[in-house]
């Protein structure tokens, strides 16, 4: 199913229940390597739970998850570090590790899973902060640090490893213009190199600007899928009810 | 009935869900500690955070311990002339029970308490789930390093007490009861034996696991919200002081009958 549609990610028949409620009922879509797909819907449809399950982080109940054609569903913890090295995730508010520095958090990835020199550690922290407009911010907590700072922090730390894929939960949630358009830019710059991404947000303008597809998650299905380029030149269905405000 | 019967369902639900979380997270632990890379910096910095920061505490308690079985076994052996056993009495009080189990609560009180709230709220902010979705095991980060600090810890914080309990006897010995320090310290040395100090330091590896698992178990099981980080606080120390106390009466018991064997 992969080969044929040359999806780096595919999501089969995903089902996932909490309780008696039933949030995913059969969830199915596709990503293909380089694309941005940007998955809206309202509040508690399950977009991050959706999210979570493609780095393993959530389990379904039923259905598949293939990432570069290997199901992960049935993986443990063990076999899903391989995975995690290729998948990053962009936590909502970074997820950094507050009682170490910007420049510890951006280590923590490096010294886990590479055998780099203390140096060559250095080096790539400070190139990657330039690349992310966080220049001189080595030595802050993640205490000190604005919001938009602290996702671009966690975003950061989410690339030391050169993921294939990229998970954005609400990226630019709360922010400011200015950390929009930043945070944007980071995703476009990761776009440019090849970077797979799916963007989890109710950002409108973000999705115009980062994303070459969008589908709109409803009543625990893929309700609509559309090209950015249809849904500019188009919109009608639901999706445009959503966009527009008139349907939740 | 039904009203009687069903609060008693929800809480032994709550206590097999409790013992299989337990076991589950204890499985981890055990098999991740034997793989792969260990974290010794991590845990040279919880001993540091278990150990060191505990010492003042566990000091004051135990020479306060000593100084009051002091002088409540003086008061009450003297009207039957039987001052002169107060060191014996106090050195093996101390050493087998005493000692361990109220250094053990007090660290349950302190350490519980921290683990739980501090990986509680690693929960809350998303920590645990980066810790996991950068390809690392908050069993390897967090637990391991916790669990053993407490089993390194325990037994040394314990032999402290052990040590500083039976100086606060002596100091009230001398003042108050009269008896002469160096017939104190004889008594003590010649009648309490290696038995009566192994079965106490036994005791404490045990009470460090009845700590340490409970206490990550709580924390890692905070769904969502700061009100859950409290209650998850409050249940690490509960069932971590339950845990010891219960426990030290089955292990006492095992050890005397392993003592009768040898």
Known sequence: MSNERNGVIEVVDFHKSFGNKKVHQGVSFYVRKGECLGLIGGSGTGKSVLLRSLVGLEKPDSGQILINGTDITPMDEAQLIEIRKKVAYAFQGGALFDSMSVYENLAYPLREHFKFSEQEIAKQIHDQLQEFGLPGSEHLLPGNLSGGMQKRVGLARAMMMHPEVVLYDEPTAGLDPYNTKRIQESILNLKAKGVTSILVTHDMPTVYAVCDKVALLLNGKIGEQYTIEKLKQEPAGVMSQFINGESA | MNNLALPFTVFMMEVLHFIGGVGLLSRDVFRETFQGRIYFKLIAEQIYQIGMRSLPLIVITAVSIGMVMSLQFGLGLEKFGGKLYVPKLLAVTILREMGPVFTSLMLAARVGAGIASEIGSMV???????????????????????????????PILVSIANLVGNLGGLIVGATELNLDPNFYLLKVMTTSSIQDYLSGFAKTFFFALFIAIPS??????????????????????????ILIVVGDFFLSKLFWIVEKMI
């Open chain 2, 124 to 154: 809350v902010t998303q920590q645990i789930d980066a810790i996991r979705a950068l390809g690392t095991s908050p069993i390897k980060k967090i637990v391991i390093p916790r669990v053993l600090a407490c089993l390194i810890t325990l």
């Open chain 2, 216 to 241: 990550c178990y709580f924390g890692l099981n905070v769904k969502a919200g700061t009100k859950e980080v409290g209650i998850a606080t409050t249940k690490a120390v509960v069932v971590s002081s």
